[in-house]
Every structure is written in structure tokens, then in C-alpha cells.
């Protein structure tokens, strides 16, 4: 095997991670190919000897070219003329199949186009995919402070866009009784709050089904024991404190009366983002 062919695979093994990140930069599956492609023209004409995580700097590579194409887009007055679907003469690739499944959300990516570029890269980066604000101000060629701040600022946006206009009191007794429900390890209490289709997102990854989000709300009666209501950037949740300080939140969306979305943070970076007021 020669040194470009090692080099080929290696890309190929990021392949399905780096497309889910550009779709969910560029909402249009056209371009976000087009933007790993010129990924893999940079890494080929790079010298990566001395790269120890070729998938972070991939990562960073596609952040970078995303964030000139949206700023060209916008320059221009441009809209993606299509969102994601599979192409019917497309090989089956399990691996970016789960990937996009679990990255694409046709809701997500109208809202996000009413982000800046700066906002929508930062939001996208660390949200989405754990990279360090650090690599993301580099890439935006800010502090890793003001890259926070865009991804706070942006999260707070999305959030808005994304929640319905339900009766805030009865959001409030949504949460009172998940909160017993899942204190009581009531499994049908839980089913009673909670969305056929809800998702549970954390950053160990996404819960999807009722059974299986009541099962495992259920199964940490013990936090739920300690969790007190609070509103999270302005939306109804949870929060477990320590220390008078929250160190797991969790923060709802509603759809139809019940709960839909539910939004794990656990990390300290991201808890420090929050603005968490106990009701």
C-alpha cells in the first residue's frame, strides 16, 4: 500500500463524521459534500506527520471551509437549493446513515440558517460535536471566550425558535410530574408526559422513543430525588445543584402538551454557558 492509498483510507474512516458536520453547517447535502471533498484536497497536499488527531484536524478543516461558503452564501443572498436525502445510486454507508439520522433535523436547519456564520459554526462545533471552544475561536480567529459567547448566543436563539406556545403553566405541571414520575420510578407516569417520538440528547449520545426515555429517566430515581424545577435560558427544566451551583441540568421543549426534547448537560463548560433560575 502506498502512502497515498494509507492516507486515502484514513480520510475515508472520517468520511461519514466530517459529512454530518458540514450538512449540519450548510443544510444542503450538494455543498456539504462539496466541502469534505475540498477537505480531502487540503489534507492531500498537508503534510500530517506530525497530526496525533487527524480527525480533529479534519474536523477544523471542514469548520473552516463551511465558514467561507456561508459567508459567501450570504454575501451573495443565497438559500441551499435542497435539504438532505439519500441518493438513490449512493453505496450503503451504515456508519453516516447513524451519523446524519442522529445530526440532520429538516426543523434544526431553517432555524439555524437565521444564525450568523460565527454563530452557526460555534453553535454547530461545540454543541453538536464537542469541539473545544479553543479550536473553534482559532477557526473564527477569535478568543475562545467570544466563540462562548457565540455559541451561548445561538443556543438561546435556537432554543427560542424551537419551542411552541404552550401555557406556561401547564408546561410547569408537565415537569411536576415527570419529576414524580421519574422520583416514584412510575415507567407509565413517565409515558403519560412524554412524547411518542421524544429524544433525550446528552453528550453521551441520543435516546429516542418514549419507552426508552421513560426507562432511562426511571432508572435515576436517585438524582430525580434532588432535581428541582428551574427555567433554563428562559425554558422550563430541571437541575440537579451542588454546592448551590448546577451540575446536571436538564432542559425541556414541548410539543402538544408534552415533552419532546430533552436536553442533557452535564459538562462544565456548557453548564457555565446556562443561565439556570430556580422557580
Known amino acids: 500500500m502506498t502512502e497515498d492509498d494509507f492516507l486515502a483510507r484514513r480520510f475515508e474512516a472520517h468520511r461519514g463524521h466530517l459529512r454530518a458536520v458540514a450538512h449540519r453547517m450548510l443544510g444542503s447535502a450538494a455543498e456539504a459534500e462539496d466541502a469534505v471533498q475540498e477537505a480531502w484536497f487540503r489534507l492531500s497536499r498537508s503534510d500530517t506527520s506530525e497530526v496525533e488527531n487527524l480527525g ?23 438559500q441551499p437549493l435542497e435539504t438532505w436525502r439519500p441518493a438513490p445510486s449512493a453505496e450503503p454507508d451504515p456508519v453516516r446513515d447513524a451519523l446524519l439520522a442522529d445530526s440532520v433535523g429538516p426543523a434544526l436547519l ?24 479553543e ?38 405541571e408537565v415537569v411536576d410530574a415527570f419529576l414524580a414520575a421519574a422520583r416514584d420510578g412510575d415507567f407509565d407516569g413517565l409515558l403519560a408526559v412524554l412524547d411518542p417520538a421524544v429524544e433525550a ?26 432535581a428541582r424545577p428551574v427555567l433554563v435560558d428562559g425554558a422550563m427544566g430541571l437541575a440537579v445543584f451542588a454546592g448551590g451551583r448546577p451540575e446536571r441540568v436538564l432542559a425541556f421543549t414541548f410539543a402538544a402538551g408534552r415533552i419532546s426534547v430533552i436536553d442533557i448537560i452535564t459538562g462544565p463548560a456548557r453548564l457555565a454557558d446556562l443561565t439556570v433560575e430556580e422557580l
Open 135 to 172: 479550536e473553534v475561536g482559532g477557526i473564527l480567529g477569535r478568543s475562545p471566550a467570544a466563540a462562548r459567547q457565540l455559541a451561548s448566543r445561538a443556543r438561546r436563539r435556537v432554543r427560542g425558535a424551537q419551542a411552541p406556545q404552550t401555557d406556561p403553566a401547564r408546561q410547569r
Open 110 to 133: 431553517v432555524v439555524l440558517d437565521t444564525l450568523s456564520p460565527a454563530e452557526r459554526l460555534a453553535f454547530v462545533l461545540h454543541d453538536l460535536f464537542g469541539v473545544p471552544f
Open 201 to 226: 440528547r446528552s453528550e453521551a449520545g441520543v435516546n429516542r422513543g418514549a419507552a426508552r426515555v421513560a426507562a432511562g429517566a426511571a432508572a435515576f430515581a436517585h438524582l430525580a430525588c434532588v
Open 56 to 78: 480533529g484536524w479534519l474536523t477544523t478543516v471542514v469548520g473552516r471551509v463551511c465558514l467561507d461558503m456561508l459567508r459567501s452564501r450570504r454575501s451573495r443572498g443565497e
